[in-house]
């Protein structure tokens, strides 16, 4: 008779499995390198965003309420991405694929509002190459819009599969990094809120 305490859930992948724990394991190393990143450019602000060359200091171009909405938004899409992940632990196909349509349709409205944020500040003629400040605020801002733009990518690419072959080894493994990329991003853009948005620029 088989110890039941020694019998692996079948709705769970193996974490101590080679593929699954090295995949993860690489993906986190990579997302410390991400961070490596965004701190870099955090720093670059925080040293150059006075210098506004006699032009509008950052505080004054952005709309508070505008990026409170853009932080509410993420903060939802990380409780959707958090449930998918869930539901595909349990091989629930279509409340997987529904939860991270969910949040993948608040991942468009966000950039929506990203690209009509650089629309209104290039309207009025502050562009990225007017001062040392606004250069490091789209370059910082851009460079969080191209990862979100590229996880909004990769999860139409891993629902596809889903969608025809249910939720396999191989896509859980990947849902899994899509999760945690997903994830990673709102603790960035709570930093940009926190530096970027609501302290001003002061």
């Keep these: 008779m088989t110890d039941p305490a020694t019998t692996p859930h079948e709705s769970y992948p193996d974490t101590h499995h080679d593929t ?92 929506w509002m990203e690209l009509t944020e650089f629309h209104r500040f290039l309207e009025g003629g502050n562009s990225w190459t007017n001062n040392a400040s606004l250069s490091t605020f789209f370059t910082l801002v851009g460079t969080y819009g191209a990862h979100m733009f590229l996880a909004l990518l990769w999860t139409v690419a891993l629902i596809i599969p889903i969608c025809r072959q249910g939720i396999t080894t191989v896509s859980l493994r990947r849902l899994t990094c899509l999760r945690m990329f997903w994830q990673f991003l709102n603790i960035i853009w709570v930093f940009i809120f926190t530096i970027v948005y609501l302290m001003g620029g002061n």
């Design 20 to 111: 699954y724990s090295k995949t993860v394991f690489g993906f986190w190393t990579y997302l410390v390198t991400d961070f490596i990143l965004f701190a870099t450019l955090f720093a670059t602000y925080l040293v150059l965003h006075r210098n506004t060359f006699g032009g509008p200091p950052i505080g004054e171009l952005v709309h508070l309420p505008f990026a409170l909405t853009q932080t509410l938004i993420l903060l939802v899409s990380s409780f959707t991405s958090g449930l998918a992940g869930a539901f595909a632990h349990r091989k629930n196909k279509n409340g997987t694929i529904l939860l991270f349509a969910i949040t993948f349709l608040l991942g468009i409205a966000f950039m």
